[in-house]
């Protein structure tokens, strides 16, 4: 049988066993097996040129049983509606394995940003914002940055919703500059999360940091801090890459010298000659592999060529269910999407607190609080999957969605 890279209709059929696991019947699975709100908008955009262009945009609300929704926005070629919608799935999952007062959300707009002016990509923003301001807000459902956005589209988004708003309203986004009530940290917050499971992974299998062999599959918001941070601990980076292409060394990279190169979309291999495919990059020889990039990256076609002892996934959906179970047959300690990221969105609600609070917290302070939420969340799931013998995203799928059937049951929702 054909694999199934569909991301919305995999991520239902492991969130249907985790919740036949936790004994809840078909019912809830029927309330939690898609979002439940959808909106599709139409966004006119004037290019450079005086010529409209329309885009498509989407937003996602999976469910708000446990208070409003929390997700990113991606603008990418490849968005899709399933697309959409299973990011939002996982992030009802993230906020349940974290304890953050959320359900999930997500939002996308199918277009190329590096394909666009600064100019054209300000209009599209605001055009989305004020396509989706009936549907979002800072008690709603709440953006924050994902693929190809950034802390400067988070401002422009907020600007143009205080707008309509008639009022200063930061809370209705995260991933802010600074300046405008962004939070201290939230730019590093998705690699320092995916460092906290690296060694805590590392610690469970025995693997010294120090010297051990690091390969990164994206150079963008996520990949790039990571491989900063790993090779400040000592690590050896081996192989990084970006859309274009991969590099690799086998005594490690100069990860300083090509942070200061790489462009604002994650793009740094096109300065080099010596590139290796992203398929090479995943199938080399190393002692961790992070896919910090895009989905359906390992599949059942290459997970029995991967030579790493831990995978880690920062990026969203970039292993499928088929190749999960080929890692873990094979004693890979693979360390799921929705725990590993899960940083991210753990400083944006540090964000979005602030903003209501007034009052702002120094980056050790948010540090701390993010370690301890990201330490508590990888031993309980470590643990769970130990436990019950399965393999840590189904373990991570228990834990991430108990709370929401929790909270819809007590709703009497099911
Ligand atoms: N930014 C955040 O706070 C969070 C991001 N994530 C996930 O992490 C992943 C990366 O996100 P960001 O770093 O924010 O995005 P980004 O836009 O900053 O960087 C994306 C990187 O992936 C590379 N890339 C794009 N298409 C590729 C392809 N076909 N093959 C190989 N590389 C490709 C780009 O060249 C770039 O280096 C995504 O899956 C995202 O959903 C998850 C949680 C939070
Ligand atoms: O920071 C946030 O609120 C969401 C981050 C996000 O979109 C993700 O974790 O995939």
């Known amino acids: 049988m054909a694999e199934n890279l569909n991301l919305f209709t995999s991520t239902q059929d492991v969130i249907q066993e985790a919740l036949h696991k936790l004994g809840y019947d078909e019912g809830m699975f029927e309330l939690l097996k898609e979002p439940l709100r959808m909106l599709e908008v139409r966004i006119p955009v004037k290019m450079d040129d005086g010529a409209t262009k329309v885009f498509t945009g989407f937003r996602a609300q999976h469910n708000d049983a446990v208070g409003p929704t929390k997700g990113g926005v991606r603008f990418h070629p490849m ?5 959409v919608k299973a990011l939002s799935m996982w992030m009802t999952l993230k906020c349940g394995i974290v304890d953050l007062p959320y359900g999930g959300g997500k939002g996308g707009i199918i277009c190329d940003p590096r394909q666009m002016s600064m100019g054209e990509i300000e209009r599209l923003s605001r055009g989305y914002v004020r396509a989706i301001s009936q549907f979002v807000g800072p008690t709603k459902d ?6 190809f956005t950034n802390s400067q589209i ?14 200063n309203s930061p809370g209705f986004i995260t991933g802010k500059p600074i300046v405008l009530g962004g939070s201290q940290g939230r730019e590093r917050a998705t690699a ?5 499971c690296i060694e805590e992974a590392a610690k469970k299998r025995g693997i010294d940091m120090k010297g051990a062999r690091i390969v990164i599959q994206g150079f963008g918001n996520a990949g790039s801090f990571l491989a900063k941070f790993m090779s400040d601990a000592g690590a050896k980076v081996i192989g990084i890459s970006d859309a274009h292409g991969a590099l690799h060394d086998p005594n490690g990279l100069d990860i300083d010298y090509l942070l200061d190169r790489r462009d604002s979309f994650g793009t740094v291999t096109t300065l080099f000659d010596n590139t290796i495919s992203n398929k090479e990059l995943l199938e080399l020889d190393c002692d961790i592999l992070v896919p910090a990039a895009i989905e359906n990256q390992i599949t059942s076609e290459n997970a029995h060529n991967i030579r790493a002892s831990i995978v880690v996934e920062a990026a969203n959906g970039p292993t499928t269910t088929e190749a999960t179970k080929i890692l873990t047959e094979r004693g890979i300690l693979l360390v799921p999407d929705v725990l590993a990221s899960a940083g991210g969105v753990t400083v944006s609600y540090f964000e979005w607190v602030q903003n209501n609070q007034g009052y702002y917290w120094t980056e050790e302070e948010v540090n701390e609080k993010l370690y301890k939420k990201m330490v508590d969340a990888f031993e309980n799931v470590y643990t769970v999957g130990t436990t019950r013998n399965i393999d840590m995203r189904l373990a991570a799928y228990m834990v991430g ?6 909270a819809s049951r007590f709703r009497g929702w099911v």
């Not at 320092?192 to 906290?196: A, E, H, S, Y």
Request: charged share 35%.
């Open 401 to 406: 969605v108990r709370k929401t059937a929790e």
């Open 79 to 83: 968005v899709s509606e399933d697309e």
């Open 142 to 147: 709440i953006p924050a940055p994902d693929v």
């Open 154 to 167: 988070m401002a422009w988004m907020m600007d143009e919703y205080s707008r309509m708003d008639e009022f």
């Open 192 to 196: 320092q999360g995916v460092t906290i």
